[in-house]
Every structure is written in structure tokens, then in C-alpha cells.
């Protein structure tokens, strides 16, 4: 019975996964796009608190990995207003967007969608999670377009 609760569970959240991500292919490579991304942040006048290069770690662990990058950013005045709604947020906070190449050998950006906050932490500020979604639509855009 056990089994069968974890089987219904995973069903039940996995489809559920798969429609909390944006995913944006890119037309450059991993650290052009990248690079791109961070200058962006930058640019808007976002905090950026950290590039996380899993490659890196991997090949510092003695294993292997396809290119593999986080960026963490933010910006206080939209967190700030979500995790007063719901200090959970702060769990999910700040932003990451992950750029990565997949099985395939292409580049993507991906992060959650805003939706995703308001679905998981009832979010109901409409109007801060619109204002996140068309700067991360943006920011993804931009750096996913042809250098």
C-alpha cells in the first residue's frame, strides 16, 4: 500500500514538474550565454550573489559533466514583498536560472515559473509575480538571442 501512495504521489507531482519551468533554447554556447545572462542582471541593477560552475565542481571531484552554470540573483524589492506574503519564499529566493546543455548537446536556459510560486506558496500578488515573470521572460530572451 506503501508502494502504491509513493507511485500515486509521484504521479501526481511529476506532471505537475514538468509545467513549473520556462525553458529557452539559446543560440550561443554555454558561456556566452552565460556571460550574456550575468551582464544583463548587472545591467538592470540586480543583485547578483553567485555563478555556480557544476563542471567545474565535477571535474574538481574527479568526475564528469556537460557545461552547467547557476546564476543567483535578486532584486529585494520584489523578494522582499513575497516572502512577507510567505516567509517560506525565502527558500526559493534568490532567483536562479540554470544554463546548461542537454543530452542533446543544446543549450537552454531554465527556471521556474512564477506560477509555480503562486501554486506551491499561494502567492496572490499578482502584480509582483507579473513583474517577475516578464523580467525573467526578458532577461532569458535576451540572452538566449544570437551574439
Do not use: C, W
Request: aromatic share 8%.
Amino acid at each position: 500500500m506503501r508502494n502504491l501512495l509513493v507511485f500515486v504521489l509521484f504521479l501526481s507531482t511529476s506532471g505537475f514538474a514538468s509545467q513549473s519551468f520556462i525553458q529557452i533554447p539559446s543560440q550561443n554556447g554555454v558561456e556566452a550565454t552565460k556571460d550574456k545572462l550575468v551582464s544583463l542582471i548587472k545591467e538592470k541593477g540586480m543583485t547578483l550573489f553567485a555563478e555556480i560552475d557544476h563542471k567545474k565542481n565535477a571535474e574538481a571531484a574527479g568526475l564528469k559533466l556537460k557545461p552547467s552554470h547557476v546564476v543567483v540573483f535578486g532584486n529585494p524589492m520584489v523578494g522582499t514583498v513575497l516572502m512577507n506574503e510567505n516567509a517560506t519564499m525565502g527558500l526559493e529566493l534568490p532567483l536562479k536560472i540554470h544554463v546548461f546543455v542537454d543530452e542533446s548537446n543544446k543549450v537552454f536556459l531554465r527556471y521556474y515559473s512564477p506560477e509555480y510560486y503562486k501554486s506551491v506558496y499561494g502567492i496572490k500578488n499578482k502584480k509582483v509575480l507579473s513583474k517577475m515573470s516578464g523580467a525573467l521572460k526578458k532577461l532569458t530572451n535576451k540572452a538566449a538571442k544570437k551574439i
